[in-house]
């Protein structure tokens, strides 16, 4: 969160449609299926939109996720 005093979260959706775009990340051996679209965050207020937890990603994939957006907006 942005801070302690809002519930504004920063998200990224998730397709099932197979595109072979390099700021997509394949979810493999989770619930969850698709591909994780870095290229579409966006910022969500979860408690007037609704949210509901299926599962965390693990560590590495997050940071895979977290490179993606950060090498989009690089300043050169």
Known sequence: MFN???TVV???PITNTPRPYPTHVKLKGFETTGSIMCEQMRSLDIN???YKSVEQLP???LDEV???IY???EIV
């Open 59 to 61: 560590q590495d994939v």
């Open 10 to 12: 920063m998200v990224c």
């Open 48 to 50: 007037s939109r609704g």
């Open 71 to 73: 090498g989009s907006i």
């Open 4 to 6: 302690s005093h809002n």
């Open 66 to 68: 977290i490179d993606i």
